[in-house]
């Protein structure tokens, strides 16, 4: 099979160098200072937040607990292999649902093909295709009314985002045998001010620093600028993205019962303002994994990994909080929750995922104050109607996925046999 080669390397690491960065928007706004009461109670306010913080911190960095125990047996290395040209085929299901105003629950069951378009400087350029062959979708309308949705059988890339490699015709993602999925990286300039800008490129020389951002350029002098640093575009968490980042497999040798840890940058997009801007709501998800036992098939050995996956964002907590100015805490909160849990089955010899079970559960939540509209009869007179009121929303998803390798000469569905994959 030939392609043909376009390759945009500049900027591509991996996720196991993530840094944990904060990525402010503007700087905070100098306000008055507040009467003597007031400030007992922010006072009050924030040491209650800072013990909420802490208590999360602990949580979602205490070990976790597993439900089978490990079996013992000697150490060996988990790497996937992929073998440029060749595709491998899954039988897939997918299941979502929403709970929230508008509430929904969906099953989905597809084929996933899986190509290593080409391999270079250590990484696979992977493209995943998706075919439906059964979609079922009901739904509950913000008026309380059911219905069911109908959803074509159609076919389509899995879109990871936007830090994809062109390869001929094909949208690829480069990651590595660990299983890690690369990403770009920006500069983040901190200036005197106080203010944050980031940008995807810059050249400098000795007076200025130019900075390319998503929709301007900008030069400083370096009498402005405190410091520069290198931060990870976070990959994006949208409908089913989540499913195809874990588990990361470690770079030493490890035996049953031996866990290892990752951080992994994401976001869980979204919009705000006119034009739109998506907010910096990006954080770090701890992934733990361990190898729970290897055991022998008619092909060799096969590695049966467990791994749990927690991170969240709290734009009032201390890690975030300075990411938006004080006119945006006066009036909103932005709360995003991850949590997951799988187990995947590792054919040693050659390589391939042969079995993945994963699921995931999501909390949105947003709050701000708004000022109802004025009602005409009365033209605005009634005051307390037009006192800010707190407008809340919250959402909860939940998706489960599962992956099984399709032996060669198995016939799928629509009549096709599965070829060799040697």
């Not at 904060?22 to 200072?33: C, M």
């Not at 205490?62 to 060749?86: D, Q």
């Not at 030069?219 to 990870?232: G, H, K, N, Y």
């Not at 000022?371 to 489960?400: H, L, Q």
């Amino acid at each position: 099979m030939r392609f043909a080669i376009c390759i945009l390397m500049a900027g591509v690491m991996l996720s196991v160098f993530a840094r944990e960065s904060p990525v402010p928007y503007s700087p905070r706004e100098k306000e008055k200072e507040p009467p003597k009461i007031f400030k007992e109670k922010d006072n009050l306010k924030e040491k209650e937040r800072n013990a909420k913080d802490l208590k999360d911190k602990e949580k979602a960095e205490a070990a976790p607990t597993w439900k089978e125990n490990a079996v013992p047996g000697a150490a060996v290395t988990l790497r996937v292999k992929r073998n440029v040209g060749k595709v491998l085929v899954y039988d897939g299901t997918l299941e979502r649902s929403q709970n929230s105003k508008n509430s929904f629950h969906e099953m989905n069951q597809y084929y996933l093909s899986v190509l290593c378009a080409e391999q270079v400087d250590g990484l696979d350029h992977v493209v995943m295709h998706r075919v439906y062959n059964e979609r079922k979708r009901n739904e509950v309308l913000e008026n309380g009314k059911p219905r069911d949705a109908l959803l074509p059988n159609t076919q389509e890339m899995v879109n990871l985002g936007a830090d994809f490699i062109p390869v001929g015709a094909f949208r690829c993602y480069p990651i590595d045998a660990q299983n890690r999925l690369a990403y770009r990286s920006e500069q983040q300039i901190t200036l005197t001010t106080g203010q944050m800008v980031r940008g995807k490129a810059f050249t400098e020389d000795a007076e200025n620093v130019t900075l390319l951002t998503n929709d301007d350029k900008l030069v400083l002098r370096r009498a402005q600028i405190s410091e520069v640093v290198t931060v990870p575009n976070p990959h994006i968490i949208l409908n089913d993205t989540q499913h195809y980042l874990f588990p990361l497999l470690p770079e030493r040798a490890v035996s049953p019962g031996e866990t290892w840890k990752f951080k992994v940058p994401v976001i869980i997009p979204l919009n705000l303002g006119t034009p739109p801007r998506v907010l910096p709501t990006n954080f770090d998800v701890v992934m733990v994994a361990r190898l729970r036992e290897v055991k022998q098939s008619s092909t060799g050995p096969v590695a049966f990994i467990d791994y749990k996956v927690n991170g969240g964002f709290d734009s009032m907590a201390n890690d975030f909080q300075s990411r938006f100015n004080a006119q945006f805490h006066a009036s909103n909160q932005i709360i995003h929750k991850l949590t997951g849990d799988g187990a995947m089955a590792l054919d040693i010899t050659t390589g391939r995922i042969l079995d993945k079970t994963e699921s995931f559960n999501i909390m949105l939540y947003g709050s701000s104050m708004v000022i109802p509209e004025v009602d005409r009869k009365d033209n605005g007179k009634d005051a307390k109607a037009r006192e800010p009121k707190k407008d809340e929303n919250k959402a909860e998803i939940f998706t489960r996925l599962h992956l099984r390798l399709m032996m060669p000469g198995e016939r799928a569905k629509t009549g096709a046999v599965i070829p060799a994959y040697d």
